[in-house]
């Protein structure tokens, strides 16, 4: 799954940005007001640039890292994650895919509404897990549309009923909608004819076997093929199949 993210978060065209420099300047000090204000630790990716900036509060200490600001040359902040429950790395990694599948269909003003909220299991020094709340916003988009800037927050939460959080949700801030995996936006991305399509192209059928399947012309079929791979962001058969198994689409 990460594989998929790093082949649809780096290959993004990045064409064209807006004074790239002040932007990058105002996140990383929004970044660096988070940690101060939370004690969290935050992560601050350009995925143009392919690097990361972090930032240490208290919650670093808490997990036995080195408490202090770094620059890596990576989107994927390993010292931390290499620590992560596995079970819940993977379901990390799930969602954040679904979150980028839903940014790209969404329109770009529209995407700061929207974050990603998991509950992890994150090993400290001592090899013991601590309950850690992330949190996921993208907060700047090249003029182009690609997904550039993207914010994690990592807050300690302690073992008390009233501190619960989700093992794992897309939410919009602005409504409260709450996009579960199994009642979300991704279930009406196809059409239910595309989705009939995408099921026969994952079992090998040609479009001149779909299109006597299903009744329909070869240029219609070809028609659905095209829309398939736009809404998935993709470019060939078999990438849509694998994204559509990934957010649950087949």
């Known amino acids: 799954m990460r594989d998929l993210l790093d082949i649809k978060l780096l ?36 995925m143009r640039a392919r690097k990361s900036y972090l930032y240490y509060g208290a919650v670093a200490e808490q997990l036995g890292l080195d408490q202090q ?38 329109e770009v003003d529209e995407r700061s509404d929207y974050e990603v909220i998991t509950r992890l299991r994150i090993r400290n020094r001592e090899g013991r897990y601590l309950m850690i709340q992330h949190r996921l916003l993208y907060i700047s988009s090249a003029e182009d549309g690609s997904v550039w800037l993207a914010l994690c927050l990592y807050n300690r939460v302690y073992d008390h009923p009233e501190f619960g959080i989700p093992q794992g949700l897309i939410i919009n801030k602005r409504s409260g909608e709450i996009l579960e995996d199994k009642q979300n936006r991704f279930n009406e991305l196809l059409s239910l004819r595309e989705a009939e399509v995408l099921q026969l192209i994952r079992h090998g059928r040609r479009s001149k076997e779909i299109a006597a399947k299903l009744g329909l012309s070869i240029h219609t079929v070809n028609r659905h093929r095209q829309n398939i791979f736009e809404k998935l962001n993709v470019t060939n058969a078999l990438e849509a199949c694998r994204v559509a198994e990934s957010i649950g689409l087949l």
């Open 11 to 46: 290959t993004q065209p990045f064409e064209t940005t807006s004074n790239p420099g002040l932007q990058l300047e105002n996140a990383r000090l929004i970044a660096r007001m988070y940690t101060k204000m939370e004690n969290s630790m935050a992560v601050l990716s350009d």
């Open 69 to 106: 600001e770094s620059e890596i040359n990576s989107i994927w902040e390993d010292q931390l994650l290499s620590r992560v429950h596995p079970e819940d790395l993977q379901k990390k990694y799930r969602l954040e895919f679904q979150f980028f599948q839903l940014l790209n269909a969404l």
